[in-house]
């Protein structure tokens, strides 16, 4: 059985930076499609970015060339590098990853983020 476990996330000010990490276990399942998705107060839950095992990453239009993801493929770990927050940033951030021959996904344990000054 998948397993996802998220690291990192905080509060930062306006213009701050954060990594979020995420780290697969327990299943080649893990060698699919990664992605983080991110959940503000009473708004949809929204994809940020998504990598594939050997492919580069896709970002939202949103993300503006703020974030960067990446995956250790050997590790199975996914990083999100976040610079330039913004307070429209804070969310609760997820990173899933797909489950074999479906679109539904493993979720992991959600990490706040949250820009403020």
């Known amino acids: 059985q998948v397993q996802l476990v998220q690291y990192g996330g905080g509060s930062v000010q306006p213009g701050g930076s954060l990594t979020l990490s995420c780290a697969c276990t327990?299943?080649?399942?893990?060698?699919?499609?990664m992605e983080w998705y991110r959940q503000a107060p009473g708004k949809q839950r929204e994809l940020v970015a998504s990598?594939?095992?050997?492919?580069?990453?896709k970002y939202a239009a949103f993300v503006k060339g703020r974030f960067t993801l990446s995956r250790d493929n050997i590790e199975n770990t996914m990083e999100l590098e976040m610079n330039g927050l913004e307070p429209d940033d804070t969310a609760v951030y997820y990173c899933?990853?797909?489950?074999?021959?479906?679109?539904?996904?493993?979720w992991g344990q959600g990490t706040q983020v949250t820009v403020s000054s």
């Open positions: 990598i594939p095992f050997l492919s580069s990453a």
């Open positions: 327990g299943s080649t399942e893990c060698m699919n499609l």
């Open positions: 899933t990853v797909r489950k074999q021959r479906s679109d539904s996904m493993y």
